[in-house]
C-alpha cells in the first residue's frame, strides 16, 4: 500500500539558524512565502528556536510581527515552531503561567504545530506545554533528543515514547541534532517505535556528519511518516538533506511525496540568490556547508564545537582543543549523560573548557553546571554519583521534582516590571520575559522610530535662514 510521506520545509527557521546563525530577515523571507504556501507541504518549520532571540538581538525586528507576516503570506500552509517545554524560548525555566500564555499567543498568532523538546528528555518538563498546545487547538508534537551514549539504546527510546504517547501528544520527532543517526540505526529505532506507539513519527537529522540524506531515506523504509528538509541552496553541511534531492528520491516509489519538482526549482532559483548574498557578505562561512565526519567520533554538535573553539581562543588555549574534546565525554558521564542541545551542550562544554585550562578538574565550577548537577533543570538520563553530587553541590538544595513546581506565578510581576511606554502588543510582555534586557533595547528604538514617524515634518515653505561670506564679510540671508 503507497504511503505519502509529508516534508517539513526548514528554509524559514532551521536551515538559515544552522548556517548563518538565524540571521536570515523577513525582508528575505517574503519573496518567496507565497510560493513555498502553494507547494503543499506538510508544514513550514519558521518560528521559534533561535529565531526570536535573533530578532531581538541582532535584526531589531519583532518576532511577534515575522510571525503574523508569514501567517498572512502563507494562509494554507500549516505553520511549525520549536519551543524548549519549560524552558520556552529562552534559557531558564519559566512558570507554567508564562509558558501558558506564550503558547496561547503563538496558536492566536499562526502557529498550527509546536515541536516541544526538553535537553535532558524529562518528561516532567514538556506536560504543561503539551497540556496548553492541545487546548488552544495546536498540534503538539514531541521531540526526542537524540544522543549515543551507554544508557541510550532501544528500549531507552521506546521507554520514552511510550511515556509522550502517555503525556497526549499529538505526534513524536526524533531530532538529531548533532547528525549521529546512522543509515541502519534509524531503520531498527524507527521500526521498533513504530511497533510500540500508534502517533505519527518524523524524522528530524542535521547534514553535519554526511549522513542524513540516507538516514531519512532508511527511516522512511522503516515506517517514519514525515522527513525535515531543506531548500537546497540552504541544504548540505550542518543544515538539512536538500529538499528538491528527497523528492526526486521518493518520486514514483510508494513512497511519492506528491510535490512538484518543477515548482520547487522556481523557489530555489531565488534561495540560490540569498545563498549568494550571504556567501558575499561573509555571513555564510563556506565550512558550514561541509561535511565534518568527526562528529561521529567527539559525538559533538557543530555549534558546541565552535564556542568550544572560541573560548579556548579567548583563554590563549587553543592548544588544548583535542585535551577539551576529550574530557566533554567525561563530564557527561559525571552530569549524567544529558544529552548535548541546547542548554545542556554549552554547560558540559564549559565545563569541560574550565577543566583542562585550570589543570585541575572541577577546580572551577561554573553556576549552570552546579545546577545542571543539582536538579534544577530536571531529572538527567542517568542517576548521578552522590559523591559526585556532594562534591560540585556542596550545601546547595538538591531538586528532585519537576524545577518548574518551585517557580511561583511570574506573568503578573512581568507585566508590572515593563514600562507601558514601551508596550504596543500584548505579547511584548512574553518577549520581555524571555530576553529582559535584549527586548528593552529593542523596545526602545521602536518607540525612537514611532516617535520620529509621528513627529511633525517642517513646512518646506517657511523661510529658510542661511549665511553666506563674501570678501570676507559676513551676511545673513532670510529666503521665502
Known amino acids: 500500500m503507497a504511503k505519502k510521506i509529508g516534508i517539513t520545509e526548514t528554509v524559514l527557521r532551521d536551515a538559515h539558524q544552522s548556517l548563518i546563525a538565524t540571521r536570515m530577515p523577513i525582508e528575505d523571507m517574503e519573496p518567496m512565502l507565497e510560493q513555498l504556501d502553494a507547494i503543499g507541504f506538510h508544514s513550514l518549520e519558521c518560528w521559534g528556536g533561535a529565531t526570536f532571540d535573533a530578532c531581538l538581538r541582532f535584526l531589531n525586528e519583532d518576532p511577534w510581527e515575522r510571525l503574523r507576516i508569514i501567517r498572512k503570506k502563507c494562509p494554507h500552509a500549516k505553520l511549525q515552531m520549536l519551543f524548549r517545554g519549560q524552558n520556552m524560548l529562552g534559557y531558564r525555566h519559566y512558570a507554567d503561567d508564562v509558558l501558558e500564555y506564550f503558547v496561547q499567543r503563538s496558536v492566536a498568532n499562526g502557529i498550527d504545530i509546536m515541536r516541544i523538546f526538553d535537553a535532558l528528555n524529562d518528561i516532567r518538563n514538556l506536560e504543561t506545554a503539551i497540556r496548553s498546545c492541545k487546548k488552544e487547538g495546536g498540534h503538539a508534537q514531541v521531540a526526542i533528543s537524540y544522543t ?27 531530532k538529531d541534532m548533532a547528525g549521529l543517526l546512522t543509515p541502519y540505526g534509524t ?108 562528529t561521529l567520533l567527539y559525538q559533538v554538535p557543530g555549534g558546541m564545537l565552535s564556542n568550544l573553539v572560541s573560548q579556548l581562543a579567548q583563554a590563549g588555549k587553543s592548544d588544548k582543543f583535542e585535551e577539551v574534546l576529550a574530557e566533554v565525554p567525561r563530564v557527561r558521564k559525571d552530569a549524567g549523560y544529558p544529552p548535548l542541545v541546547t542548554p545542556s551542550s554549552q554547560i558540559v562544554g564549559t565545563q569541560a573548557v574550565f577543566n583542562v585550562i585550570t589543570g585541575e578538574r572541577y577546580k572551577m565550577v561554573t553556576k549552570e553546571f552546579k545546577d545542571l548537577v543539582a536538579g534544577k533543570y530536571g531529572k538527567t538520563p542517568i542517576e548521578i554519583d552522590p559523591a559526585f553530587r556532594d562534591k560540585i553541590c556542596g550545601d546547595a538544595e538538591i531538586i528532585t521534582c519537576r524545577p518548574a513546581d518551585l517557580i511561583e506565578p511570574e506573568l503578573d510581576k512581568l507585566r508590572s516590571q515593563l514600562d507601558i511606554r514601551y508596550v504596543t502588543q500584548e505579547e511584548d510582555v512574553l518577549s520581555y520575559a524571555q530576553f529582559d534586557q535584549v527586548a528593552m533595547k529593542f523596545f526602545e528604538n521602536r518607540l525612537q522610530k514611532q516617535q520620529q514617524a509621528d513627529a511633525p515634518q517642517e513646512d518646506s515653505a517657511a523661510p529658510a535662514n542661511f549665511t553666506v561670506t563674501i570678501n570676507g564679510k559676513a551676511f545673513d540671508v532670510s529666503v521665502e
Not at 549515543?148 to 511515556?163: E, L, N, Q, S, W
Request: proline residues 4%; charged residues 25%.
Open 187 to 294: 531503520y531498527d529505532l524507527v521500526k521498533a517505535l513504530k511497533e510500540e506507539v500508534e502517533i505519527p513519527i518524523q524524522l528530524h537529522s542535521h547534514y553535519t556528519s554526511g549522513l542524513a540524506s540516507m538516514v531519512l531515506l532508511k527511516g522512511i523504509e522503516a515506517g517514519a511518516d514525515v522527513v525535515d528538509t531543506a531548500m537546497s541552496p540552504l541544504a548540505l553541511g550542518t543544515s538539512h538533506p536538500a529538499t528538491e534531492s528527497m523528492v526526486a528520491a521518493l518520486k514514483g516509489t510508494e513512497y511519492d511525496t506528491g510535490l512538484d519538482l518543477v515548482a520547487l526549482s522556481k523557489i530555489r532559483e531565488y534561495v540560490d540568490t540569498l545563498r549568494q548574498k550571504y556567501l558575499d557578505s561573509g555571513l555564510l562561512n563556506p565550512k558550514m556547508l561541509a561535511v565534518d565526519a568527526k
Open 148 to 174: 549515543t551514549g551507554p544508557v541510550f539504546d532501544i528500549p531507552y527510546y521506546v521507554d520514552y515514547a511510550k511515556r509522550i504517547q502517555e503525556a497526549g501528544a499529538d505526534s513524536i520527532c526524533i
